[in-house]
Antibody, heavy 115, light 108 residues
Framework: EVQLVESGGGLVQPGGSLRLSCVTS????????MTWVRQAPGKGLEWVAN????????TYMDSLKGRFTIYRDNVKGLLSLQMDSLRADDTAVYYC????????WGQGTLVTVSS | SHELTQPPSVSVSPGQTANITCSGD??????GYWYQQKPGQAPILVMY???DRPSGIPARFSGSSSGTTVTLTISGIQAEDEADYYC???????????FGPGTKVTVL
């Protein structure tokens, strides 16, 4: 059974940093691109970033302006998202998903940016 | 920039057919994907590559594509199909992805 479990969310002050993790199981992690998607409270889905199977290609949403970095550990089957210079409009549930086109999703982790 | 448009809402009676459209220039060259999201839950993929249905998705869900529009059709809609539906596709380059704004489907 494919499983993706996010963690690392929480309350952070504007300008702060947070690192999200996604532990995966039930599939061969090294054969899939992986994706982060977020959803602000009461809003729609927003694609954030993805990373190639071997980590050699990373693509980000334009408006992030280099504040976020996506990582993967292919030994541990772990996907990460380092978020720096956080702003109030980064407040959202962050989902990790399998593949470029997100065929399986985790349950999400809530990030709240507020003073 | 790459954008997708969807109707904000669709309302249908039980047993009827719901058609949800998603339009965008990139859909002329890129596949469309559809996700269903119920309140408090993570999205699930209900259609990929325009018209392929993942295993476990009921056969009443179907997809089609014409020009710059992809359509998700729910035939014989049931109360459990009430949800938000989002389309997604890549841009022309195939590198960047975007979701449509979502369509709230209400079963009357």
């Amino acid at each position: 059974e494919v499983q993706l479990v996010e963690s690392g969310g929480g309350l952070v002050q504007p300008g702060g940093s947070l690192r999200l993790s996604c532990v995966t199981s039930g599939f061969t992690f090294t054969t899939y691109w992986m994706t982060w998607v977020r959803q602000a409270p009461g809003k729609g889905l927003e694609w954030v970033a993805n990373i190639k199977e071997d980590g050699s290609e990373k693509t980000y949403m334009d408006s992030l302006k280099g504040r976020f970095t996506i990582y993967r550990d292919n030994v541990k089957g772990l996907l990460s998202l380092q978020m720096d210079s956080l702003r109030a409009d980064d407040t959202a549930v962050y989902y990790c998903a399998r593949g470029k086109t997100a065929d399986f999703w985790g349950q999400g982790t809530l990030v709240t940016v507020s003073s | 920039s790459h954008e997708l448009t969807q109707p904000p809402s669709v309302s249908v009676s039980p047993g009827q057919t719901a058609n949800i459209t998603c339009s965008g220039d990139a859909l002329l060259k890129q596949y469309g994907y559809w996700y269903q999201q119920k309140p408090g839950q993570a999205p699930i993929l209900v259609m990929y590559k325009d018209d392929d249905r993942p295993s476990g998705i009921p056969a009443r869900f179907s997809g089609s594509s014409s020009g710059t529009t992809v359509t998700l059709t729910i035939s014989g809609i049931q109360a459990e199909d009430e949800a938000d539906y989002y389309c997604q596709s890549a841009d022309i380059s195939g590198k960047f992805y975007v979701f449509g704004p979502g369509t709230k489907v209400t079963v009357l």
